[in-house]
């Protein structure tokens, strides 16, 4: 069997910031195919944020006392993730201002995430069981089967598959509303 099925959800998350922060390296760098690369930062932001906010946060703040601010903060910084994220995707990659708001969007995706591992990621495996943990490590599986593009196995190291996602709102709300109708059997 896919030995990921063996992950807990920490490390599913930690793998996906560990790719976000690639892409968007890749994104600020000197790429033909940035437009590519960004459309896949669109992909993997909407798969991984919604995850969080649909299954991760809610199993956060439901654990333990008092980390309802913190949830509050990170769903916070995430709304505005969203925002800035549609507004970089309308102003496309190829605009003059791109690389400097990119670059203050990339700062607040890696505070973030650094948040997230340092404060939510330790507290879920100290008060989830492995099995919980791995349950909603599924959740994290089933939004990315969602998401309608891989990138193509053949397609060489930095090809990502040339798919139109269409505005990241659209793509957020598919995954959100996905999750929910998977329904309560993704709660830890
Ligand atoms: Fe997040
Ligand atoms: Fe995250």
Redesign the pocket.
């Known amino acids: 069997m896919d030995n990921r099925t063996d992950q807990d959800v920490v490390d599913v ?1 930690t793998a ?2 560990q790719q976000i922060s690639t892409l968007i390296e890749q994104i600020r760098g000197d790429h033909d195919d940035k437009q590519q690369l960004f459309n896949e930062l669109v992909r993997l932001l909407a798969v ?2 919604s995850a ?1 906010e649909e299954v991760v946060h809610p199993a956060a703040k439901r654990a333990a006392f008092g980390v309802e601010d913190m949830v509050k903060t990170r769903l916070g910084e995430e709304n505005r993730a969203k925002q800035h994220l549609a507004d970089l995707y309308d102003m496309g990659v190829e605009h003059p201002e791109f690389a400097a708001r990119f670059a203050r969007f990339a700062d607040a995706v890696a505070d ?2 650094a948040h ?1 591992e340092a404060e939510e990621f330790t507290m879920l495996r100290k008060q989830f069981s492995e099995t919980q943990l791995q349950r909603m490590a599924e959740s994290v599986r089933f939004a990315e089967s969602v998401a309608p593009t891989r990138p193509h196995p053949r397609a060489g190291e930095s090809a990502v598959a040339n798919v139109l996602v269409g505005p990241p709102f659209a793509l957020f709300d598919r995954i959100r509303d996905a999750l929910r109708d998977r329904g309560e059997d993704t709660h830890a």
């Open positions: 998350l996906q910031h991984h944020e969080e973030h995430a997230e």
